[in-house]
């Protein structure tokens, strides 16, 4: 058992890294949860669909650039180091941050504005493609024996952290402010409360040190070794992709959607889309760190089914039962069932990617696959209210959901053959 001033030392490690993840997603759910505003600001027209559509695709446009942030910031946090590499993608991140709060509308600066903010997003993107995959790998390699799942279950749990702020946030904004005050200006507020967090990150991971895995490792391997590494092992990347996608996509459909599928298609108030939405991620910060301790117990690939298997079954009945009678509780009881289902199924996932990577490249191999799924994930959104839009069907999301399940499936039944061979040959190169 650790002493308690290594164990306080531990906290406090899992506190720093995980705090530039949590600006991530606090970043992501503000702009999600502002869609309607950023749409109604950035984007001219007379459509409601379209602006909202419009801006559904900002937000998905920084998920493109992901795969090519964990290539050249996976490549390079694996060549010099994870402290250092996790300060650069925290600058990165917060210059995008900075540029959505201070962005004047199209009626200021007319076509400027929508450029300067798919910019940003573009920007936020790049360095987010490689953060998730960077504080997961630091936290494994961190984690005292026999509890890793519980360590890196923290980098998810981070950002419910994030999502609680910001819902509480928009509670806050929506029981002071009227509806014309949030429509003009109010809705900026949660971006600069964002901004004013950016240095008191910066401190805390200032004073990250590196991990001792990372130092003890003979030969550091250059930055084409490891593209080289990472693409022979590119089918594992797509195994581990597909894996991610049940994350990405219940995650951005049970928070960032949750605001906008409660008032554009239930018809509930904003205060109740957001109120559930502070519920779920209370929820799955409770879910992520137990189930991730699970499975240092029984091990990640029963849990890993049984979610994809449950998700399959049950994600288009809850929704349209949802929709057959939709009200403030009955929309809580379906998004904290499917947070059940997330907080488990990454609390399993998020430990076993880091796990079946080889070792020289865990961060840029985990990074990108993570990255080509949030690709999907982050159209969530988009996909949900399209999908609405042209089958008449409220409760069609499901059929997204029902997808991402399968293919995780597939890939958690393939994992395991990609794991031992990756194994086989990481131990063919120590002999």
Known sequence: MPAPVDRKEKILSVIRVSSGNFLEMYDFFIFAYVAKQIGDTY???NSDFAKLMLAFATFAVGFMMRPLGAIVLGAYIDHVGRRKGLIVTLSLMSLGT???AITPGYDTIGVAAPVIIVLGRLLQGFSAGVELGGVSVYLSEIATPGNKGF???????????AVILAALLGILLNYYLPADMMKEWGWRIPLFVGCLIIPFIFLLRASLLETE????????????EIY???????GLVLCGML??????????FITAYTPTFGKEVLKLTALDALTVTLCVALSNLFWLPVIGALTDRIGRTPVLIFCTLVTLATAYPALSWLIGSPSFVNLMIVELWLSFLYGAYNGAMVVYLTEIMPVAVRTAGFSLAYSLATIF????PGIATW????????ASAGWWLMLAAALSLIAVLLAKGFKFAVRASETAKAA
């Open 43 to 45: 984007f001219p027209g």
């Open 98 to 100: 900075l540029s959505l």
């Open 151 to 161: 360590y890196v279950a923290w980098q998810s749990g981070s950002q419910q952290v």
């Open 213 to 224: 895995e990372f130092l003890a490792r003979k030969h550091r391997p250059s930055l084409a």
């Open 228 to 234: 080289q590494t990472t693409f022979a092992n590119f």
């Open 243 to 252: 894996m991610v996608l049940t994350t990405t996509v219940l995650f951005y």
């Open 377 to 380: 994930g982050g159209l969530t």
């Open 387 to 394: 999908l609405i839009h042209e089958t008449d069907n409220r």
